[in-house]
């Protein structure tokens, strides 16, 4: 367990690389930062108040304050493992289901905006559904079966996408100009650095290393083999050739679509699974970039619609004999698809929702998204005063007395880009 | 025959090879340079090191027109890559000696006038 938890800790640098390379190199550190920064202010509202909200003994919607700054969190154990390994754990879940949203709103989101709204969005958002499935809610008491996140992680992280991308708007070329990725091998480094976090994500779920652990393991595997392979047979179908960003994508669309069924399915029903699963993603995403919906970097098809379709599927493959328990279609249960459409729904909607009220509150105190000019400019200069790739020239040294100059300097430029002084 | 040197921002690139293409301008060469134009100088700042960034980004086209050419050139390029902000860039109109197209050896006017733009 503590290697699994740092292996989904791992998947926030390595979602930083899958979606830096996938924009344009004036946004690269904006957005491996949006990425990145999940990891200190959502850890640290995780242990003050989310674990407390998710986890905590409460009602069928919501954990209870018990568990507040970590209150009574200890050495005690939490089923198999200490308490405390469980919450660290669970935090890196929090983590990395907030930092998939940033793909939705790069290259133009305010990055303090962000910054509030990743740390609202997981105590109003994610702490509930982690709850409601994982917590004693009132989805685990439907049925509804989720092993590592399909819903929870997938579905709630792209519902939250879609709205986000709609209220803060589209990029203002979007549309009219190409915006192609600058690094495609950063997005395939970070591809593969996310497969091998997520053995932690699916097996560690298991919450010990057992049985149930090997097959989580194994289904994590071969599922994401399988949409890799049929991913390359669709693109040679269509096109004639086998794109990297495709590649790239279609690990990360099978590792989706495997996560809620990891420990429930079989090996062979894995690859089915993924084989399955990398259909709908791919023709959402060629739809996607046909309309006005800006997804910067498609959140909701890799992570909605491969998240519904794993939540679905795994009603259809989920088999007693493996799970020993929970079974779906081909093990004689045919309702557990109703009950996993309706997890699906119900965390839609509820975290659709909730997102948009949150950035709607968040646009009355601040701007949510940069000006034009600043995104002409990228956002890592005006965002964050670095460069990704700068070669120095030109970079004359303002020394440690001339620094309020500087301070100076910087303050006028942002008056210059339009932010605040 | 003249010789067009623009200095634009690269953001405005997209645009101005657009504008230059509705204008019928065929052939170009941009590189990506860096230069001072009196825009002010943004502050950048790498753990302790705090550096004041003299030059800014910014792409050169080079465009060789013949003579009736130049003026929607000019215009194509000031209208697209005007943002109204210090640092927008120069255009240059300057004369040309002599022009030679490598495939064929043609010369001046000839050199300059797009393959599909003849017969």
Redesign the interface.
């Known amino acids: 367990m503590l290697i699994s938890t740092a292996l989904v800790l791992l998947m926030t640098p390595a979602l930083a690389f899958f979606y830096g390379g996938l924009v344009r190199s004036k946004n690269a550190l904006n957005t491996m930062m949006m990425s990145f920064v999940a990891l200190g202010p959502v850890a640290v509202a995780w242990a003050l108040v989310g674990y407390s909200l998710a986890f905590a003994p409460g009602g069928p919607v919501i954990g209870s304050l018990s568990y507040v700054a970590l209150q009574g969190v200890g050495m005690q154990p939490q089923g198999t493992i200490p308490h405390l390994l469980f919450m660290s754990f669970q935090g890196t879940f929090a983590i990395i289901t907030a930092a998939l949203i940033s793909g939705a709103v790069v290259e133009r989101m305010r990055f303090n905006a962000y910054l509030a709204f990743v740390v609202l969005w997981v105590l109003v958002v994610y702490a509930p559904v982690a709850h409601w499935v994982w917590g004693g809610g009132f989805l685990a008491t439907m049925g509804a079966l989720d092993f590592a996140g399909g819903a929870v992680v997938h579905v709630n992280a792209a519902s939250a996408a879609l709205v986000a991308a709609l209220v803060v708007g589209p990029r203002k070329d979007y549309g009219r100009h190409a915006m192609l990725p600058h690094n495609v091998p950063f997005t395939m480094l970070g591809a593969g650095v996310l497969w091998f976090g997520w053995f932690g994500f699916n097996a560690g779920s298991a919450l010990t290393a057992g049985t149930t652990a090997a097959l989580a393991f194994t289904n994590t595997l071969f599922a994401p083999a399988a949409t890799l392979a049929t991913w390359a047979v669709i693109d040679l179908v269509r096109g004639g050739r086998v794109t990297a960003v495709g590649a790239a994508t279609a690990i990360v669309v099978g590792l989706v679509v495997v996560t809620p069924a990891a420990g429930y399915i079989g090996p062979g029903s894995a690859v089915a699974l993924g084989a399955l699963g990398a259909v709908p993603s791919y023709f959402a995403l060629i739809y996607r970039a046909r309309t006005k919906l800006d997804d910067s970097l498609d959140v909701v098809a890799a992570h909605g619609t491969g998240g519904a379709t794993g939540a679905i599927l795994t009603g259809v493959f989920a088999d007693a004999a493996w799970s020993g328990g929970p079974s779906g279609l081909i093990d004689g249960n045919p309702t557990q698809i109703l009950t996993q459409l309706a997890s699906v729904i119900i965390v839609m909607l509820y975290s659709g929702t909730a997102t948009f009220a949150i950035l709607k509150l968040l646009a009355l105190v601040m701007p949510l998204r940069i000006s034009g000019r600043v995104e002409g400019v990228g956002m890592d200069v005006t965002e964050h005063g670095e460069e990704a790739y700068t070669g120095g020239d030109g970079a004359i040294l303002v020394s440690a007395k001339d620094s309020y100059i500087a301070r100076a300097a910087a303050d006028a430029v942002a008056v210059h880009h339009g932010g605040r002084p | 025959v003249k010789l067009i040197v623009a200095i634009v921002?690269p953001?405005?690139l997209?645009d101005v090879l657009e504008a230059l293409f509705h204008a019928e301008v065929r052939g170009l060469t941009i590189s990506r340079v860096?230069g001072?134009g009196g825009e002010?100088?943004?502050?950048?700042?790498?753990r302790g090191?705090?550096?004041?960034?003299?030059?800014a980004e910014k792409v050169r086209l080079e465009i060789g027109v013949s003579n009736h050419f130049v003026q929607p050139t000019v215009d194509a390029i000031l209208s697209a890559a005007r943002?109204g902000?210090v640092g927008d860039g120069k255009i240059m109109v300057l004369p040309i000696e002599k022009i030679y197209r490598i495939r064929t050896g043609e010369q001046d006017q000839d050199a300059v006038t797009p393959v599909t733009a003849k017969t």
């Open positions: 921002r953001e405005q997209s860096q001072h002010m100088e943004h502050v950048e700042n790498y090191t705090t550096v004041k960034m003299a030059l943002t902000e």
